[in-house]
């Protein structure tokens, strides 16, 4: 059984709508390959809208514009709605997975020229542990140093349903300004949670990984490749926003 925690990248999304039965390998199925670069497009198509949201939120001397908030929101809440059309409608993932990545840039750009205007490099930082991250459990995960077992799959699910619920809470309490204590602090329970948050995501990667691998071996047809990298995406870029989180916990107490 194929299982992931990220809700882009589910068992039924290799099963034939028609005879509920996966579907079989033929000249126009899924390959690793295929995933791999379309992955790295939609990743750089996302640095393109990002860098161009950073140039219109922050300025030279590190102050933030009214702008930044059009960008954070409009990203924000369009990348939301781009994704939920992709994961109900698989087929179109070859135009929607490139407008996610490029309005989920504007998100990432804005957020991250946030972060930047009050810790001086954390970006930086946050972009290289993002990718540091991503090539080590590939590493792992290619070597069979870590395995996606059925109990390490399960594992990680609940606990990404548990953060998911945490904030969901955090959401709605936030409406009443009501705020969840130290949790969301620079106390060492708010850096030990962010710390428990950003290995979940992590271990999302290997799920991702096994998830691709099964498709690709199952011949899922050609365009699962575009939503294959959509749902790598979706996972790197919580993670990236979690070591910001993370980051911007530590250098507060500095």
Do not use: C
């Amino acid at each position: 059984m194929f299982r992931s925690g990220n809700p882009a990248l589910q068992e039924s999304t290799f099963l034939d709508i028609g005879t509920g039965s996966v579907v079989r390998r033929d000249a126009d199925a899924m390959t690793l390959n295929g995933t791999v670069s379309k992955t790295g497009l939609l990743l750089l198509l996302a640095l393109l809208t990002a860098a161009f949201a950073w140039s219109q939120t922050l300025t030279p001397e590190g102050e933030v514009l009214p702008a930044a908030r059009l960008y954070l929101l409009g990203g924000a809440i369009g990348g939301f709605i781009v994704a939920m059309v992709t994961i109900f409608k698989t087929q179109w993932s070859p135009v929607t997975a490139p407008l996610y990545a490029l309005l989920e840039g504007f998100f990432l750009g804005a957020i991250s020229a946030i972060y930047e205007a009050r810790f001086d490099g954390i970006v930086f930082q946050a972009v290289l542990l993002t990718f540091g991250t991503l090539f080590a459990l590939l590493f792992a995960y290619r070597s069979g140093v870590i395995k996606a077992t059925e109990n390490f799959k399960l594992g990680v699910v609940a606990a990404t349903g548990g953060i998911a619920l945490v904030y969901l809470a955090t959401l709605v309490l936030g409406f009443f300004n009501i705020s969840i204590p130290f949790i969301h602090e620079s106390g060492l329970i708010g850096i030990g949670f962010s710390l428990f948050v950003v290995v979940i995501a992590a271990l999302n990667l290997v799920l991702d990984f096994d998830f691709i691998e099964n498709g690709v071996q199952q011949g899922a047809p050609k365009y699962m490749e575009w939503y294959g990298a959509f749902g790598l995406m979706v996972t790197l870029v919580w993670l990236y926003i979690e070591f910001l989180r993370l980051l911007s916990k530590l250098q507060s107490r500095n």
